[in-house]
Structure formats: structure tokens, C-alpha cells
């Protein structure tokens, strides 16, 4: 079975924005417990600082504060990550962190030194970017080790697919991206709500990045590479993504869309009538069907440790 690894990509809009206010005074005031570990406020206002930086989000107390419940949710899960990686003996080397650092830096055409003091000059800790390489580098290993070998897709799955697809010759289907945010239990329903209304809201505005903040929040398969989902047929999604998309035209966002899991916000960069030219090949559909596999089972392994773990959220309480 050909399976991708996990990529984790940021790119960055440094630029001037307004000061950073954060929200205690006590930098070392202690703002989440996961377990043996602590998350402090200094923390949470250097994330803060970098996604504000890298969404194009407007830098206001408004937006910040509906940003940070998913922040903190962000740095909850890292910590697991990472300590699921403890678990597991798996270690990241220092060197490793620091390639993922000079990746990014490539990727905003720098040299890793100058990345550093771009990211200085904006206020920026570089130590809360290590992190979050760190993190993201621990879990596609936690992923690779635990899940990766008990992804099964048949031949049976392919022709299946590959019929369903034959099938629909003529009939639309969409370049998709999408921003998932999902809906983990009752309690965190209207702030995920508020949360996707708010990116909707600023991204048909002009003010924010569509990409951006699908790479920085949402939790699609596709996040990586700005929520970017490929070609996309109608049966290929759940039945309230599919009735949207019915109704949307070419790079039209639209309003969030509540799902059984979740608030989507979908963005159609291209749109074509499906031709059999265009059908993928059958090694192609065998990867697809085991990303999309595994997708699902980090997403419900990462909810299984949750539910595990001792986690006291500070903020929110």
C-alpha cells in the first residue's frame, strides 16, 4: 500500500499589525494541565502572536478572543502528541526540528537565519514555532507506527469506488478546499460556530487568507496544503456539503456548513464536468481511499487520548 506521511506546512505573512495584548499579565500564570504537563499563558500569547501573524486574521480583542479557544485546544493536542510520542520511545532529535524550521524557512525563499530574525523583528518566539514542528513531527511518527499498518483498502474497495465514479461521467465535480472545524462534544458547539462564522466572515472581507487559516485550524486531511482537497464529486462528501456545493459557483466561499462531525467553510477553485479521461488511475484511487482511511483514524485516535487524558482547561472554565 503506497501511504503518504503527514506533512505539517506554515506559511507566514509577517507584517506590521497592532501591539499584541495578552490577556493576563502573569506570563507564567498556568492556563491549561494535560496531564504531567502545563501550558502557561506565555504559551498561549506566543501562539497567539504567531497565528495572528500567520492567519491575516485582524489583530483585535474581538477576534483574539474568539481565537482562543481553539488555540488552547491546539496546544492541548500538541501536548499529547508529544507525549504520545514519550510513550511510545519515540524521540525527536534536535537536528530534525531544526530541518522542519529550515523547510519553512525555504518555503518563504529565506535562509533558516533569516526566517529567525524576520520572525524576532515580529515579536515572534521562535522556541513556540520549534514546538509546534516538534509536535506535528511526533505524531506522523505516532501515526506511521500505530496506525499506518492497519489501513486495509482491497481491490474490492477500489472497483467499488472507481464504479461510483464511472457512474457519475458527466456530472459535476469541484477543485475543492475546505476549513474543518470540528465539534468535539456539546459544550464547544456555539464557540466552534462563532469561531467559522468569524473566518468566513473575514476571509469574504478580504481581510484574511482562506490557505492560511485552513493551515493553521482546520483539521481536513488536507490542511497541510491550505485545506486543498483535490477534485471532489458530490458523493464523495457528506449530504450537506454536496446540497452546498449544488448551489455555489466558481471561488465562491460559502457560509459554514454544519455536518454530522463539524462546520465546514468550502471554497470552489475550479469546477468541470466529470469526463472519462479524468477518472484517476487505480493507484491513485488505492491511496486516496488509505489517506482518507487514516485521516479518520488519527482524527479518532487523537479524541480516544483526549478522552483519556487529565486535562484541565483554565481558560474556559
Keep these: 500500500m503506497i501511504l503518504r506521511a503527514l506533512f505539517f506546512a506554515v506559511l507566514f505573512a509577517v507584517a506590521a499589525s497592532q501591539p499584541f495584548a495578552p490577556a493576563y499579565a502573569n506570563a507564567q500564570q498556568i492556563v491549561a494541565v494535560v496531564n504531567e504537563d502545563a501550558i502557561t499563558q506565555k504559551d ?5 502572536k504567531l497565528i495572528m501573524a500567520s492567519s491575516g486574521m485582524p489583530n483585535t480583542p474581538d477576534i483574539r478572543r474568539r481565537l482562543a479557544p481553539q488555540v488552547i485546544n491546539t496546544l492541548i493536542e500538541e501536548q499529547i502528541m508529544v507525549q504520545q510520542a514519550r510513550a511510545l520511545k519515540i524521540d525527536i532529535k534536535p537536528e530534525e526540528i531544526e530541518k522542519g524550521f529550515a523547510s519553512l524557512a525555504k518555503q518563504n525563499k529565506m535562509s533558516a537565519e533569516d526566517f529567525k530574525a524576520m520572525l524576532k523583528r515580529g515579536g515572534i518566539s521562535t ?3 520549534q514546538n509546534q514542528i516538534k509536535a506535528h513531527l511526533s505524531w506522523s511518527l505516532v501515526v506511521q507506527q500505530r496506525l499506518s499498518p492497519r489501513v486495509n483498502v482491497t481491490e474490492r474497495d477500489v472497483d467499488d469506488l472507481l464504479g461510483r465514479m464511472t457512474k457519475n461521467v458527466g456530472r459535476s465535480e469541484y477543485l475543492l478546499a475546505e476549513i474543518f472545524l470540528p465539534v ?10 462563532q469561531l467559522a462564522g468569524s473566518m468566513m466572515t473575514e476571509i469574504k472581507a478580504g481581510r484574511a487568507s ?4 485552513a493551515q493553521q485550524f482546520s483539521k481536513s486531511a488536507g490542511s497541510a496544503n491550505g485545506g486543498d482537497l483535490g477534485w471532489v464529486q458530490e458523493d464523495q462528501v457528506a449530504k450537506e456539503l454536496a446540497d452546498a456545493l449544488k448551489g455555489m459557483t466558481v471561488d465562491q466561499v460559502s457560509e459554514p456548513i454544519r455536518s454530522p462531525n463539524g462546520y465546514h467553510i468550502l471554497f470552489i477553485r475550479e469546477k468541470r464536468q466529470l469526463a472519462s479521461e ?3 488511475s487505480r493507484e491513485k484511487v488505492f491511496t486516496m481511499l488509505g489517506l482518507e ?3 479518520r483514524m488519527q482524527r ?3 479524541l480516544d487520548l483526549k478522552a483519556s487524558a487529565f486535562i484541565e482547561n483554565r481558560v474556559e472554565s
Excluded at 184 to 193: C, R, Y
Aim: hydrophobic share 40%; charged share 35%; no cysteine.
Design 44 to 48: 498561549l500569547d506566543d501562539r497567539m
Design 127 to 129: 522556541l513556540t514555532l
Design 184 to 193: 468535539d462534544d456539546a459544550g464547544s458547539e456555539a464557540k466552534v460556530k
Design 210 to 213: 482562506f490557505y492560511k487559516l
Design 278 to 280: 479524468n477518472l484517476p
Design 293 to 295: 482511511r487514516l485521516d
Design 300 to 302: 479518532g485516535y487523537m
